[in-house]
């Protein structure tokens, strides 16, 4: 095991009274308010400066892994010291850069499934419709006669904080879709009563409230049950709706676009009867980034939590809440447009966002991905492909004959098929309608969704030998905040750089918030050991086991989030509580050691913690993430418990040989 004093040489930045990530938190108050002074200037700001200035920062995050250094003295410098690198241009200009570009570090791969990095949409597929807003030069660019305050606000009298969650005698439900339209029918449908395509595309479903029943818990809901009170809330969601990430991974939108974008170069190609559109259609879809839809959906998230828990605000007397998100443009894009539809526009002064670094080699929960070697094997880390192959074999033999019948000059496979599933639902959360969605069946939609179901088990959830110890990152820093205790140890993904400093990871607040990925979402209920969800597996590739217990679509779909509830209740031994609450739906917390069978779904929180302290004493982050195991392809092996094989039964099968290696950390 590597030492304490070495583990932060790996992926944190060097401690130091000046220690602190660029726009980290206080920061992003300074850009708001300087914004209409920055926007004057910036429109008369020369491009090549720019470009120059992009260059120096991008340099300097090169050469420090995200974060800037003094040459002359060798140690981290805050943004006022970033300002003079840029001399040419005032403070308010690069704060704005700043916000606009987030300052341009070398990017990671922008997801869990994501190779290619920093490739156009254009490099893809070209498409005549691609039109950037706004202009990089817009002729009647003039903020000066668009302040944006001009005084005569009228009264600004406040109400009370709204808690809806403590107060309101049911609870609201959220459909997930405004704005979007699905096919007016499905093909061959049979009519199967409640059909919702929207909850048949796994992780890229929008989120909508689960009832707690298909979770176990029938009869109990996300308000606060008789006799107790809500007294602290800490929140983790995915970012919203986005387009297509820009690795080729199977079925992937690129590849499909490319084919049909090819085929069109030769006179052979027609589209007919439903796939007619084909004739006329181009890729419409950028990578990577928020969708106006993703951008809604944070928006109202940020909204739909403010009047839940607007109450607990009356707790920060003397600080305000630190909500937590990632560099990457959707994370980052996410946490803000979240952050203004919970505290409203202006939002400065009214909360702290910190922003970590998403890069390789860089500690970070809500990307531990970046520091997990084995995570970014494909035997180890996306064993979920082989099973997908498997099961689009069979689901979509019928169609791939029945799309190929329709298409002259292309041939369709069992992959293209599975792409233009994928087309459906990408098209429909970037445009709001697209003609794929009528291709297939309402069973073809329930494969699709169990395809998914497939991928994200083996390779983020508790099929992934590599799953637990990437949430268990995460739990040591929700134990820390639950015992108001720093962190001891920082053996796994946490950074203690960031972690260790009560400004930046402030432990006695009563409302926290993290942004996070779908990925890390499912490696956080596998660390927590939610068993539950684990009931029926490992699943199989051949057939659609009847009523699994776990679903992507419910768990892991944009926006999903997860409420870890605290609560004080009079008529419940065992002091304060605790519960957890994904997407609306209150699951058992049954499979942690010692919590009792409970109809709310709640458990003593001495209880929790001890069983959390418990998973992170038996997850060993050196060994799951760079121990040398191989578990071979498809289902020779298996885990349910996110676990892979241990030291000892790898050290006998390799005859007592060498088992274990550094990682790959700064």
């Known amino acids: 095991m590597a030492s304490e004093d070495s583990r932060r040489s790996f992926g944190d930045v060097e401690k ?78 690069v704060a704005t850069l700043v916000l606009q570009a987030v300052f341009p570090v070398p990017q990671p791969p922008t997801s869990r499934y994501s190779k290619a990095v920093g490739q156009n949409q254009a490099d893809h597929v070209a498409s005549s419709s691609v039109r950037h807003f706004p202009p990089i030069k817009p002729s009647n660019w003039d903020p000066e006669k668009f302040p944006t305050n001009v005084g005569f606000e009228g009264p600004t009298p406040t109400g009370v904080e709204p808690g809806l969650a403590a107060t309101a005698p049911a609870y609201p439900v959220h459909t997930g879709v405004p704005n979007l339209l699905g096919p007016t029918a499905i093909k061959g449908s049979k009519g199967k009563e409640g059909f919702d395509i929207f909850k048949h ?16 818990l029938p009869g109990t809901s996300p308000e606060a049950p008789e006799g107790c009170r809500i007294t602290g809330l800490h929140f983790v969601h995915r970012h919203g709706a ?102 409203g526009y202006p939002f400065a002064g009214q909360y702290q966002q910190s922003i970590t670094y998403e890069a390789k080699h860089l500690n970070n929960t809500l990307a531990p991905y970046m520091t997990c070697d084995n995570a970014n094997d494909s035997q180890k880390g996306y064993r979920g492909t082989w099973y997908v192959q498997k099961w689009t074999e069979i689901y979509l033999k019928t169609a791939q004959k029945r799309l190929a019948a329709s298409l ?92 260790d400093n009560p400004i930046t990871f402030p432990l006695d ?48 779909p944009f ?10 209740c009079d008529s419940v031994p065992g002091g304060p509580q605790i519960r957890v609450i994904i997407n609306d739906g209150v699951t058992p917390l049954t499979g942690i050691k010692g919590c009792p069978t409970n109809k709310h779904g709640m458990c003593p929180l001495d209880t929790f913690v001890a069983a959390m302290k418990e998973n992170i004493a038996k997850t060993d982050w050196e060994w799951d993430c760079c121990g040398l195991w191989d578990i071979g392809e498809g289902d020779k092996w298996n885990t349910t418990t996110g676990d892979p094989p241990s030291e000892e039964e790898v050290r006998r099968h390799n005859g007592g040989g060498p088992v274990k290696r550094e990682c790959h950390r700064w």
Not at 59 to 67: C, E, I, T, V
Not at 253 to 258: C, K, P
Not at 289 to 315: A, C, E
């Open 16 to 93: 130091g009274s000046e220690t602190r990530p660029i726009l980290h938190g206080q920061y992003l108050d300074d850009v708001e308010r300087a914004s209409h002074e920055n926007q004057v200037l910036l429109s008369k700001v020369d491009s090549t400066a720019y470009e120059q200035t992009q260059d120096i920062l991008t340099s300097k995050a090169k050469q420090y892994g995200g974060y800037y250094k003094s040459d002359a003295v060798g140690s981290r410098v805050n943004a006022s010291k970033v300002l003079l690198w840029v001399g040419a241009f005032v403070g308010g200009v």
């Open 201 to 216: 595309w796994g992780n890229l479903s929008p989120w909508y409230s689960v009832p707690s029943a298909n979770f176990g």
């Open 242 to 343: 986005r387009y297509p990430t820009s690795d080729r991974h199977y079925g992937g939108t690129y590849g499909l676009a490319d084919k049909i974008k090819a085929a069109k170069t030769s006179s052979k190609f027609k589209a007919k009867g439903q796939l007619e559109f084909l004739n006329d259609w181009t890729f419409q879809l950028g990578s990577e980034l928020l969708t106006p839809f993703g951008r809604q959906q944070m928006y109202d998230l940020g909204v739909n939590l403010r009047i839940k828990y607007g109450f607990l605000l009356q707790n920060f007397t003397q600080t305000v809440p630190v909500f937590r998100t990632e560099s990457q443009n959707r994370m980052l894009h996410s946490a803000l447009n979240f952050a203004i539809g919970f505290f």
């Open 408 to 499: 002259d000059g292309i041939d369709i496979s069992i992959e293209d098929t599975y792409a233009f599933q994928f087309m459906c639902a990408f098209e429909t959360v970037a445009l709001g309608y697209s003609k794929f969605c009528e291709l297939f069946t309402e069973e073809e939609w329930e494969g699709f969704n169990y395809a998914l179901d497939l991928a994200f088990w083996y390779n983020s959830a508790f099929g992934s030998p590599v799953a637990r110890a990437q949430g268990i990152g995460y739990i040591q820093e929700l134990v820390a905040r639950l015992t108001h205790t720093p962190i001891a140890v920082h053996n796994s993904s946490t950074n203690s750089t960031l972690d």
């Open 509 to 556: 607040h009563s409302l926290y918030v993290d942004a996070t990925h779908e990925v890390v979402v499912l490696n956080i209920i596998t660390a927590l050991n939610l068993s539950n969800f684990a009931e029926t597996g490992p699943l199989p590739y051949d057939h659609i086991p009847p009523n699994r217990s776990f679903k992507s679509s419910e768990l892991s």
């Open 559 to 568: 926006g999903t989030n997860i409420q870890l509830q605290l609560l004080s």
